[in-house]
């Protein structure tokens, strides 16, 4: 038989039955009043969870189309630009930027560790020109399981007046982000993470600073033009035909997250990532992160040593349908990751572990059954 499938990674997120049987919508019109009821509910949602008033548009796209978005939407080619980079997906935004003809200074942070607001205002007090015309960071990097003190690097950048650019893919749902409220320009999501739906939507945030930039700004652009995006919104369409199916998903995704309530949703994260960390404590397997900065959404660990990471996440998955996300970048084969958000529950963790335990025996490791399962009950009472 084949086994039943335990989906554990940060991204595409397993999917709520209610949001699965809302895929089968049959298609109609993209440009009716009937979708345009859909998203005009999906945008009032996304603001909800951005905590904005600012506008929110909606690509057809995974979220890297959104960081896209954000970079040729507020900048010219040859603008200077400091990236906050603490992993893979802030390595993606220097890529990006490059391909562009951005001139970045890449701030590498060692793999682990959360980027300290305190060197971000050094280096913008450098600054004297003001050349940096925006900052750009992950809220959430999934790579290494870290979270960003978004709200002071933040205020940091609005003292120097930089665009403050947010790739919130990973982290929107799982922990707090105040959009407006710590002045945030851009802010990129995407469907399939903390929003339980497939990938196909993508989602960015433009403050009116973020939009006098796009003024100014001369970067080529076409399918991500925002400016196209908003003229469309403003009479509930999109500019391209969207991708309907993740529309009708996400109406009933929105529904079920705002009766769950913001709070409820961040401690609901909050305690699975507790859970996670003292279930590896535990094992006597490692973690990545210190607690301060560890991702509400993703938990690396290190296995011990002759252990091999991607033997362990294989064996999990071939015995027991517990499928794992590896590492990435210089981390590929030292770790692994357990995702912890979107539609993954409490009785998802304690299936993890047992399943680690019982694995982790197997291949020579020191672990007396029902060690992590019970530091994880203990946490998730
Ligand atoms: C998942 C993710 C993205 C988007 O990746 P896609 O594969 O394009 O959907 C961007 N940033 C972060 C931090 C992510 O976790």
């Given at each position: 038989m084949a086994l039943k499938q335990?989906?554990?990674?940060?991204?595409?997120t397993p999917v709520p039955p209610e949001v699965l049987s809302a895929l089968s919508h049959p298609m109609i019109n993209h440009r009716s009043s009937d979708f345009k009821a859909v998203l005009s509910e999906v945008t009032e949602g996304l603001k909800w969870a951005y905590q904005t008033k600012n506008d929110v548009l909606i690509l057809t796209a995974s979220g890297t189309g959104a960081m896209e978005a954000a970079i040729v939407n507020t900048l010219s080619p040859g603008d200077k630009i400091l990236i906050l980079n603490i992993g893979a997906f802030g390595s993606r935004f220097v890529k990006i930027a490059k391909a562009y003809g951005l001139n970045v200074d890449d701030m590498k942070i060692e793999r682990g560790k959360a980027a300290d607001p305190k060197a971000v205002a050094q280096k913008l007090k450098e600054d004297k020109n003001k050349e940096i015309k925006a900052v750009i960071f992950q809220m959430n990097e999934t790579s290494t399981g870290v979270i960003n003190d978004v709200k002071s690097i933040a205020a940091v950048v609005k003292e120097h007046g930089a665009l403050v650019i947010v790739d919130a893919v990973s982290g929107l749902l799982t922990a707090d982000l105040k959009t407006d409220e710590w002045g945030l320009d851009v802010v990129a999501a995407g469907?399939?993470?903390?929003?339980m739906v497939p990938p196909g939507l993508s989602f960015v945030s433009m403050s009116e600073k973020a939009w006098k930039a796009y003024e100014a700004s001369k970067m080529p652009r076409f399918y991500f033009d925002l400016g196209a995006a908003k003229k469309f919104a403003a009479t509930g369409e999109t500019p391209w035909t969207p991708c309907l199916t993740i529309a009708f998903g996400m109406q009933v995704s929105m529904r079920m997250l705002k009766a769950e309530g913001l709070e409820n949703i961040f401690a609901r994260h909050n305690k699975l990532s507790k859970a996670v960390r003292a279930g590896v404590k535990a094992l006597g397997f490692g973690l990545?992160?210190?607690?301060?900065?560890?991702?509400k959404a993703v938990t690396p660990v290190i296995p011990p040593a002759g252990i091999d990471a991607e033997a362990l996440r294989k064996a999990v998955r071939e015995q027991f349908g517990v499928v794992l996300a590896g590492g990435q970048e210089d981390l590929k084969g030292k770790l692994f990751r357990i995702g912890h958000l979107g539609y993954i529950d409490k009785m998802d963790m304690v299936t993890a572990f047992a399943a680690l335990e019982i694995v982790g025996t197997q291949m020579g490791a020191n672990i007396k059954m029902g060690s992590s399962v019970a530091a994880v009950e203990e946490m998730l009472k």
């Open positions: 335990y989906l554990l990674i940060p991204g595409p469907s399939q993470k903390a929003f990545l992160t210190d607690d301060r900065c560890a991702s």
